[in-house]
Each structure stands twice: as C-alpha cells, then as structure tokens.
C-alpha cells in the first residue's frame, strides 16, 4: 500500500469516525440506541420465562438481545477507529516536521 492509500485510509476512518459521533449524539441516533436497549431489555425479560425446552424461542431472544446490545457498540467502535487514525495521522505529520 502506497503512503497515499495509507493517508487516504486513514482520512476516511476519520471521517466516519466523526460522522458516526454526529450521529451517536444526534436525535435520531439517541432514539435508536434507545430502541436498541429497550429490544435488548425485552429479551432479556423474555429469557426469563420462556419454556427451557423452547430451543428455537431462546436463540431468537438470544438474537434479540445481542442485536441490541451490539448496535451501540458498533457505533462507538467507529467512533473510536476515527479517533485512532487522527492520532495516527498526527503522529506522522508531527515526525515529518
């Protein structure tokens, strides 16, 4: 990879980085993390009373909770890639002057 693919890369992570810190702090995305605790909450109720013999219920609750507890995490996963590949590209800009 050439040192303009890395560079470009790297941008790019930023910009998701940040687009995906818009978002987390937005209204939309505060609704959507919301929604995702409240399916991961239900789950987690259901699994509590659901039939041990149910196989095929419990991996769908399973599922349910997962997807909710992963939604967020995901964000927050780009969020902190953007912020490593700022600091990646500040140190290279600083080791070149």
């Not at 909450?41 to 509590?48: C, D, G, N, P």
Request: proline fraction near 1%.
């Amino acid at each position: 990879m050439s040192e303009s693919q890395h560079r470009d890369e790297l941008i790019a992570e930023v910009l998701i980085g940040e687009e995906a810190e818009r978002f987390l702090e937005s209204e939309l995305g505060q609704c959507l993390v919301g929604m995702a605790q409240q399916e991961r909450q239900i789950a987690m109720e259901a699994l509590e009373s659901v039939n041990p013999t149910d196989v095929q219920e419990i991996e769908r609750l399973q599922r349910q909770a997962w997807n909710g507890r992963h939604f967020e995490l995901w964000i927050k996963e780009l969020i902190d890639k953007g912020r490593q590949a700022y600091n990646v590209m500040k140190g290279e800009d600083e080791s070149q002057n």
